[in-house]
């Protein structure tokens, strides 16, 4: 992982880990000070419950910091690092979608800008994050009209260090050409299914 190691060494034990992550679990994230299990879905500090009736998983960069679910995260400068082997977009219409997964040429970790929250309610306590998305470039707009957030890792100590106020200089400076993209089974499309082969890429020739 190389100097990833070094900003990712703070790995919490009690987050979830696999290749069919969905929304709602604990993922491993990481803010200026430490790796956090996060609830993958921002709760804000105003809500009475630690859920939310909306989906907060994804934050569109172009309304992160006016919705009132980020705003509060966005004003605090409240960064956070999620790093994954990749992520899953599908292409084709209803219920019969094509998966593919996206991730580095050099298989180092893919890590995307996040805000993180920490809802407090009585003796409840509860970390939380969502992952920053914005219009696809390049090579994945193709693939879907969004992508997330992706950092390097100079950008990704920025994000961390120097908060929002680096965020139009990380929009535009995206390195997509290190991404790479291809189709795998439609197995991944069942929360049930769990496995490294779900991310494997399909044979030429073979039916998902």
């Given at each position: 992982?190389?100097?990833w ?6 790995w ?8 069919n ?33 909306y ?33 899953y ?12 997964f996206?991730r ?13 929250e ?28 969004r ?8 950008q ?23 991404l ?20 494997e ?8």
């Amino acid at each position: 992982m190389g100097q990833w190691s070094d900003l990712l060494e703070d790995w919490p034990e009690d987050a979830e880990l696999g290749y069919n992550i969905a929304p709602t679990q604990m993922i491993p994230a990481f803010n200026a000070e430490h790796g956090l299990a996060m609830r993958w879905g921002i709760v804000p500090p105003w809500s009475k419950e630690p859920s939310t009736k909306y989906a907060t998983f994804n934050a569109r960069s172009e309304s992160v910091a006016d919705k009132p679910a980020f705003r509060h995260a966005w004003n605090k400068s409240q960064t956070c690092l999620i790093p994954a082997v990749g992520y899953y977009e599908w292409q084709g219409t209803k219920g019969n979608k094509q998966p593919f997964f996206i991730r580095p040429e050099n298989e180092e970790p893919l890590v995307m800008a996040g805000l993180w929250e920490h809802w407090r309610q009585n003796e409840q306590s509860l970390y939380s994050c969502t992952i920053i998305t914005q219009a696809s470039s390049g090579k994945l707009e193709d693939l879907h009209s969004r992508m997330p957030l992706i950092l390097e890792f100079d950008q990704a100590e920025q994000w961390l260090n120097d908060g929002v106020s680096v965020f139009e200089q990380l929009l535009t400076n995206q390195n997509i050409e290190r991404l790479k993209f291809y189709p795998v089974d439609k197995a991944v499309n069942r929360s049930s299914q769990e496995g490294e082969h779900l991310i494997e890429p399909l044979a030429a020739g073979e039916s998902a």
